[in-house]
């Protein structure tokens, strides 16, 4: 017993400055600001958009800095499912300075009619605009270098889309029963 004991003690004491230097979780929070809702790190003094609220309507402009108690932090993505069915969403403003736009960020918002991809995104999610069926043109930016999964499908209107030489990879159905 006294082994058993005296072994768990020893590798405690080896294991505790292992544990103790690393962080169980990223110091971060979240905010709302007209109706969006902000994740930010504290560490990174980055902010990715969270999550929307589905009744949110007309033109929506996310901003390049958010401000909590005194700090602020860049927005540097849209994140999975941030404007997930905010189908009274006619248009959205993404700042310079966000670098993806993430898996069905703007999935079936289906009033969707105008949207700026600045340069500087690199990736645009799986499903990212699937059946943003009001869409009718989008402009690429070169920086862009992968379009995910049936980013763009089901944009029943779509009738024009501009593809800069730079991007690398278009992945299955990106443009899927894109009729238009």
Known sequence: MKKSILSLLCILAFALPFVAATPCFADTGETTIDQITYRYDTETGEATVNDADESISGNAVIP????????????????????????????????????????????????????????????????????????????????????????????????????????ISIRNGAFFNCTG
């Open 64 to 167: 390049g800095t958010i401000e909590v108690g005194g700090q602020k932090y860049k927005v540097t993505s849209v994140g999975d499912y941030a404007f997930f069915y905010c189908s009274r969403l006619t248009e959205i403003t993404i700042p310079e300075g966000v670098t993806s736009i993430r898996e069905h960020a703007f999935a079936y918002c289906s009033s969707l009619k105008e949207i700026t991809i600045p340069e500087g995104v690199t990736s645009i999610g799986n499903s990212a605009f699937i059946s943003c069926d009001s869409l009718i043109e989008i402009t690429i930016p070169g920086s862009v270098a992968s379009i995910g999964d049936y980013a763009f499908a089901h944009c029943s209107n779509l009738k024009e889309i501009t593809i800069p030489e730079d991007v």
